[in-house]
């Protein structure tokens, strides 16, 4: 496995440091350690285009075909370093050298591979391999708009037997704010039934990146119609766990990157107290 030149940052996610394909280090502000991250989308090719994503030549599409055994030679290398070897004192800042999950992440949406639900089972059987059953979480960072397949289902349940959770992307809760950010024409409300299906499933987080456009926070309306989300998952005893509220931290590499801001820490923690309010806890990540 290539060794980064460097020590690993919350900023640094070269998802081509280690030399692999599917597998890839990262240090993550909201693990709060060591993330090892897995990029089902090699090709860079997602089905939205959020205008804060840090994936260079970002094109509209699918994840191609999985090497199923590349993958699990990958991470298992990946694991013996971290697990058995001097990953965490040579390439680690002291303090966050804690192995905290695998998160399915990358350059697209993970989901959108077919090999989704056996991607899960390989990952299971080398947690168990590795004796980290239980001890570390797998995390799938999703848009969530392929949760009505049932290949993605199982891969779901699967999830949520391997201390699995979600983190259901959920920037705007209005029409016209997911195509302004995502440039997704997906209705809210058809939004809203696959965060339902999610929950119900595994473990899901809400994860929300609030952000300045144009020099202008989230306006009232965006806002209060956010906040009114939150409202009736609580009515509807929909099981989200919270929000995973984050700002920039990393340069947008889409053409829009110009027209975005972060927001100051203050915003957020305020935004987070309101969120509280209506009904959902919430960790904030500047």
Partial sequence: MQRPSHLLTPTNHDRDAAGMTYVYPVVSRRAGGVSIGINLNP?????????????????????????IAQL??????????IVHGDFMQTQVAEGMRRLNDIALSGNGEPTSAREFPAVI?????????????GKIKLVLITNGSL???KA???GLRT???????????????TAAGM????QTRIAPERAFERLRTAAGLCPTWLQTCMFALDGAPPSAGEQE??????HRIREARIAVRGVLLYGLARPSMQPQAARLAALPASWLEDFAARIRQAGLAVKVSV
Wanted: with cysteine; aromatic share 8%; net charge negative.
């Fill in 121 to 133: 089972e390989l990952i299971g059987a080398l947690l168990a391999e590795f004796e980290l059953l």
């Fill in 159 to 173: 999830m949520s037997r391997l201390n699995g959770e979600v983190w259901f992307k959920l920037d705007s809760a």
């Fill in 225 to 230: 119609a956010y906040l009114a989300l939150v």
């Fill in 152 to 154: 993605v289902q199982a």
């Fill in 72 to 81: 699990e030679s990958e991470l298992r290398a990946m694991l013996h370093d």
């Fill in 43 to 67: 090709n860079h090719a997602c089905n939205w285009a959020c205008v804060y994503c840090q994936v260079p030549d970002l094109v509209r599409g699918t994840a191609p075909p999985v090497n």
């Fill in 147 to 149: 949760i009505d397949r």
């Fill in 179 to 182: 195509r302004a950010i995502n």
